[in-house]
């Protein structure tokens, strides 16, 4: 079974703190993604990773970073946590755009900044 | 469980009715779609998905109409049951990208 596997499910944070969030698939995708989602607005991309070292901001890029050292796993930073960061944040992975196949979507970790 | 969608439009259907749900997607170059489903406290589940270079799709209980003309999407659920209750989103992806867009979601809620 195909697995896309975020490493925390609940996550409590202070302001101010550098917060990582570590997403892993299993199934030598090429492409990862990192969304947030909130109430009402959707899913919004925040950056995704066609390749390892490889990244595009997203629509959202803004108060974050990622890393991408290995082709498995694609890391979501908040260099400087802030309120405004509380969502849920799912992590997906996807073969190459020419294949036009689903992206699969890990559980969400859902970030609370206090 | 988890909330994820707290002000989203809501369909709310009979069990064994069929369901529509719409989607307006916004780039014309778009030449892929998606519709996934959301159950609470889980990601995203693929549904069915559609190319622009058709305009109809169907799956199991599920059918993915697409007018490109109009710019809309739309996802018909044959004899809905209760385990359809969910969040639904529509995906687009831009031509040539690697990334989905989402819409906002629209809510089901099926009733005994």
């Known amino acids: 079974d195909v697995k896309v596997t975020q490493s925390s499910r609940y996550l409590v944070k202070r302001t101010g703190e550098k917060v990582f969030l570590e997403c892993v698939q299993d199934?030598?995708?090429?492409?990862m993604f990192w969304y947030r989602q909130d109430p009402g607005l959707g899913l919004r991309l925040i950056y995704f990773s066609y390749d390892v070292k490889m990244k595009e901001k997203g629509d959202i890029p803004e108060g974050y970073s990622v890393s991408r050292e290995k082709k498995e796993r694609f890391s979501l930073i908040l260099e400087s946590a802030s309120t405004n960061q509380t969502s849920m944040y799912l992590c997906?992975?996807?073969?190459?755009?020419?294949?036009?196949?689903?992206?699969?979507f890990g559980q969400g970790t859902r970030l609370t900044v206090v | 469980g988890e909330s994820v969608g707290l002000h989203l439009p809501t369909l709310s259907v009979q069990e064994g009715d069929n369901s529509i749900i719409n989607c307006a997607y916004s780039n014309s170059a778009s030449d892929y779609f998606i519709w996934y489903k959301q159950e609470s406290g889980k990601g995203p589940q693929f549904i069915i998905d559609?190319?622009?270079?058709?305009d109809k799709r169907q799956g199991q209980r599920v059918t993915v109409l697409l007018n490109k003309t109009v710019k809309h999407l739309s996802l018909q659920i044959a004899a809905t049951q209760p385990g359809d209750s969910a969040v639904y989103f529509c995906a687009e992806t831009p031509g040539g990208y690697n990334k989905l867009i989402f819409g906002a979601g629209t809510r089901l809620a099926v009733h005994p």
């Open positions: 997906a992975s996807s073969l190459p755009p020419v294949m036009n196949t689903e992206a699969f």
């Open positions: 559609i190319r622009s270079n058709m």
């Open positions: 199934m030598d995708h090429e492409n």
